[in-house]
């Protein structure tokens, strides 16, 4: 099983940006299709972006295209989110999710990740 640490959630400003890191202990994720979700209060789970094991293919759910951005490390057991351009629509906690997904990585069959983190608050608010 592997062991997910998301980090880097904050209070951000409107139009500020953030990086969050999802982090393994002792695995490397490379083999592994990676997706972050996030879920604002009251508001069911959502699929944000996922990147593939594979050629490294990348998805994002349209409210966050051209703002959001997806990477694995050089170091190969972490994967960023970088955000920019935030809205108070983005605020949420934000988890990170590790599976072997069939056959790319996917936003909307949560189920089929075996592994997450325990999530990290971003809010965006003056």
């Known amino acids: 099983q592997v062991q997910l640490v998301e980090s880097g959630g904050d209070l951000v400003q409107p139009g500020g940006s953030l990086r969050l890191s999802c982090a393994a202990s002792?695995?490397?994720?490379?083999?592994?299709?990676i997706a972050w979700f996030r879920q604002a209060p009251g508001k069911e789970r959502e699929g944000v972006s996922c990147?593939?094991?594979?050629?490294?293919?990348?998805f994002y759910a349209d409210s966050v295209r051209g703002r959001f951005t997806i990477s694995r490390g050089s170091a190969k057991n972490t994967v960023y989110l970088q955000m920019n351009s935030l809205k108070p629509e983005d605020t949420a906690i934000y988890y990170c999710?590790?599976?072997?997904?069939?056959?790319?990585?996917?936003?909307?069959?949560?189920?089929?990740?075996?592994?997450w983190g325990q999530g990290t608050q971003v809010t965006v608010s003056s």
């Open positions: 990147i593939n094991s594979r050629g490294g293919r990348t």
């Open positions: 999710a590790a599976g072997f997904t069939w056959p790319l990585c996917t936003l909307e069959r949560a189920n089929e990740y075996t592994d």
């Open positions: 002792g695995f490397t994720l490379d083999g592994y299709n």
